[in-house]
């Protein structure tokens, strides 16, 4: 099928590397990869922050560059809510409803559209490193990722999957909230890190990367050894 890609400010600025892993995994299995390169920002910021008007303006570029697609997979589930959960409500009552719907219906993200909807776990990826996995709020309470990515890991060569005791809680990012509050933020953070440094992982995966950002930057500030990775790339790595 032709796969449309939406990727993440955040990862377009600053983890191109999980997007082009994406691009690799997807094209391995056969897929048509179309990445559009006129829409930018999901209109979260704004959402999440309360600004609905200014966050429907940053949205609507996107709900009409893909209402047609037939599959839009997104790497992270973060944007990946966005787009299927909250355009929907975003945009209801307005003429784009029934776009948000028909969008909302073919949005997957990326580690759920493999298995879900492809019905693939084996990849045929080696990593040969003991990790542990974080669930990003988004993808776990929203679009209610669990089972795919653990699935995916379970497949790869030489993995070793250590479960955290807190691997279910919020690593503090949340976009604008590690912004407006940032001692909580960074004290919920230390959780997490704390219980990713407990399983003596070499790696913390998770499907998102600005989760993974917020936990490398406390990581590093408390100068741990322990390293970040997305899923996406675990999954592109070959011998």
Not at 5 to 17: K, W
Not at 116 to 130: I, R, S
Not at 174 to 185: L, Q, R, V
Not at 223 to 233: D, G, S
Request: aromatic share 8%; proline share 5%.
């Amino acid at each position: 099928m032709t796969v449309t890609l939406f990727i993440p400010c955040f990862m377009d600025a600053l983890y191109p590397n999980v997007a082009m892993s994406l691009v690799k995994v997807l094209e391995r299995l056969g897929h048509r990869v179309e990445c559009p390169a006129d829409i930018t920002c999901c209109g979260q910021p704004a959402f999440n922050s309360g600004y609905w008007d200014e966050a429907r303006s940053v949205a609507q570029p996107v709900l009409e560059k893909l209402h047609n697609a037939e599959a839009v997979v997104i790497p992270s589930g973060s944007c990946g809510a966005m787009l299927k959960v909250f355009y929907p409500q975003l945009f209801a009552n307005s003429p784009q409803a029934d776009a948000a719907k028909k969008l909302s219906a073919h949005v997957w993200e990326f580690s759920d559209f493999l298995v879900t909807k492809l019905g693939v776990t084996d990849l045929g990826a080696t990593f040969a490193h003991k990790v542990t996995f974080h669930d990003g709020c988004h993808g776990l309470r929203e679009l209610n990722v669990k089972r795919a990515p653990r699935a995916l890991l379970a497949k790869v060569r030489g993995l070793e999957l250590v479960e955290m005791a807190q691997a279910e809680t919020c690593c503090g990012f949340g976009g604008t909230f590690s912004a407006k509050f940032p001692a909580i933020s960074t004290a919920m953070g230390e959780v997490k890190c704390a219980s990713a440094l407990a399983t003596k992982a070499e790696y913390i995966v998770s499907n998102d990367s600005s989760c993974l950002m917020q936990i490398q930057g406390l990581a590093d500030k408390q100068k741990q050894p322990v390293k970040t990775i997305h899923l996406a790339e675990i999954l592109a790595s070959k011998n």
